[in-house]
T-cell receptor, first 115, second 119 residues
Framework: EAGVTQFPSHSVIEKGQTVTLRCDPI?????LYWYRRVMGKEIKFLLHFVKESKQDESGMPNNRFLAERTGGTYSTLKVQPAELEDSGVYFC?????????????FGSGTRLTVV | AQKVTQAQTEISVVEKEDVTLDCVYETRDTTYYLFWYKQPPSGELVFLIR??????QNEISGRYSWNFQKSTSSFNFTITASQVVDSAVYFC????????????????FGKGTLLTVNP
């Protein structure tokens, strides 16, 4: 099966601009997670979708971040307006319902640089 | 609150050496899961192992082995006879169960250990 796909793989934008990251989970995976790693720090949880519903968005840093998963398939994460501290690698992961504790499948990440 | 500490930021070894990556965790939960992920230069996070808190048996998979000790809250990872292809960042992670039915296994990661295996 195809893995979790994220694009773009890299994005460089100026402070104040808008960027949209996309994640295509593995087909049939209802759980979808977003994580972020800021340079030199831990990978941190952002939010969790079950199908199209937000199950837990406690990790979203502020209201400049908006995640959507219309139709329960792919997900987008929009940052508007981007700030310098938003730079980092954004990971998406997916799993089947009831199987997330087995270790979900991560994508390769989107490296976002805000200049 | 949960916390994972990987005290080794970087490790450099010569091929065929054994290397152990340390992981110490903190949690108040009695039921939890521990994970190791590998991040090769290509960037994706590759799942290596999951261990639940009730299973303290050590595990061996080829050249990889894991030592889980609840008494010291550690879950260390050893690579035997390291190879250049083992060069990567390795992350230890801890999960909490949250929400109805415990379906949200949110991961808490350590900062990762960069392992470089030189030929």
């Amino acid at each position: 099966e195809a893995g979790v796909t994220q694009f773009p793989s890299h994005s460089v934008i100026e402070k104040g601009q808008t960027v949209t990251l996309r994640c295509d989970p593995i087909s049939g995976h209802d759980n979808l997670y977003w994580y972020r790693r800021v340079m030199g720090k831990e990978i941190k949880f952002l939010l969790h979708f079950v199908k199209e519903s937000k199950q837990d968005e406690s990790g979203m840093p502020n209201n400049r971040f908006l995640a959507e998963r219309t139709g329960g398939t792919y997900s987008t994460l929009k940052v508007q307006p981007a700030e310098l501290e938003d730079s980092g690698v954004y990971f998406c992961a997916s799993s089947r319902l009831g199987q997330d504790n087995y270790g979900y499948t991560f994508g390769s990440g989107t490296r976002l640089t805000v200049v | 609150a949960q916390k994972v500490t990987q005290a080794q930021t970087e490790i450099s070894v010569v091929e065929k050496e054994d290397v152990t990556l340390d992981c110490v965790y903190e949690t108040r939960d009695t039921t939890y899961y521990l994970f190791w992920y590998k991040q090769p230069p290509s960037g994706e996070l590759v799942f290596l192992i999951r261990r639940n808190s009730f299973d303290e048996q050590n595990e061996i998979s080829g050249r990889y082995s894991w030592n889980f000790q609840k008494s010291t809250s550690s879950f260390n990872f050893t690579i035997t006879a390291s190879q250049v292809v083992d060069s990567a960042v390795y992350f230890c992670a801890l999960s909490e169960a949250k929400g109805s039915g415990g379906s949200n296994y949110k991961l808490t990661f350590g900062k990762g250990t960069l392992l470089t295996v030189n030929p």
